[in-house]
């Protein structure tokens, strides 16, 4: 019979280690707006694969075509750039699909979904209205 245990952050069977976790939480601040707005961002690390979300909206008035969250801890900051979807993001006050690139520094760049021809492609914001992201906005990647 396997026995269970979870001591200090990690998940052991049999006292073979299983799985190492980290959560925590950490406050945002979003650039490409008029004023910075920040926000508080959950997390939670399995091994090398990072979870993080947001209980509330961060939103704020657009002044470029291009936006950023800085601050991440280093302990959910990949070892290279990773380029991953993610859902709903605010461009010119309206919800729609996104990327992210999250990078070593402690920012993630985002990019707006566009389509051209039969393609969905990388686009930039509008540099003007309300753009952020939204209640229960959630991204999963990889830190390795």
């Known amino acids: ?6 001591t200090g952050g990690i998940l052991y069977s049999n006292q073979t280690e299983v799985a190492v976790t980290l959560s925590g ?12 707005p920040t926000g508080n961002f959950i997390y939670r690390k399995v091994n090398n694969i990072v979870t993080l ?13 291009a936006m950023t ?10 070892q290279a750039q990773v380029i991953v979807p993610c859902g709903e993001i605010v461009d010119n006050s309206i919800s729609v699909l996104g990327g992210v690139a999250v990078g070593t520094g402690g920012a993630m760049t ?11 492609v990388p686009g930039v ?15 999963t990647y990889p830190i390795v």
């Open 69 to 78: 969250i800085t601050g991440l801890p280093a302990e959910i900051r990949p």
């Open 25 to 36: 939480n950490f406050t945002g601040t979003l650039t490409g707006c008029t004023t910075s």
């Open 110 to 120: 985002f990019e707006v979904a566009t389509v051209s021809g039969t393609k969905v």
């Open 125 to 139: 914001f509008t540099n003007s209205g309300t753009k952020g992201l939204n209640t229960g906005w959630c991204i």
């Open 1 to 6: 019979m396997p026995i269970i245990q979870y």
């Open 53 to 65: 979300w947001t209980l509330v909206n961060t939103t704020g008035t657009s002044n470029t075509t």
